[in-house]
């Protein structure tokens, strides 16, 4: 895997299709990957207002790329999407652990192994 492209994704619907994949949710975030039919390595990170402000969440960004750009290269799903939700105490969480954390959810990623499917929204719930 020396050339492999690694590309981000921009458009929501690809962030949605990776919904639908695989989850495996750590302490500091999820990760989500999902086959994108041959369009190589993409990956994409989403911070929710429930986060924190502005300045907490671009940081929290900051370090998802970080952390993806040195992991992807070696570990990413050839020809897999892959979304990096952040989560509460995900900025407060040490770097290089947070990097192992990640390690382990690609591992688990590649083996097939996510954790249950979410709950699907409440009935009665506005959306």
């Known amino acids: 895997m020396a050339s492999m492209t690694i ?3 921009t458009r929501r ?3 949605l299709s990776a919904n639908r994949g695989l ?8 990760l989500l990957t999902r086959p994108n039919g041959g369009e190589g ?5 989403t911070v929710t207002k429930k986060i924190g402000n502005a300045v907490v969440r ?3 960004k900051r370090r998802f ?8 290269p070696e570990q990413g799903l050839a020809d897999h999407d892959h979304v990096l939700i952040g989560r509460e105490g995900g900025v407060e969480r040490d770097f290089a652990a947070m990097g192992a954390e990640l390690r382990v959810a690609l591992e688990r990623a590649a083996a097939g192994k996510g954790d249950p499917p979410r709950r699907g929204p409440r009935p009665g719930r506005r959306r």
């Open 7 to 9: 590309s981000v994704l």
């Open 13 to 15: 619907a690809d962030f």
């Open 23 to 30: 989850r495996v949710a750590r302490p500091g975030f999820v």
């Open 65 to 72: 790329r970080e952390l993806l750009r040195a992991a992807l």
């Open 58 to 60: 671009n940081r929290m």
């Open 41 to 45: 390595v993409r990956y994409g990170v």
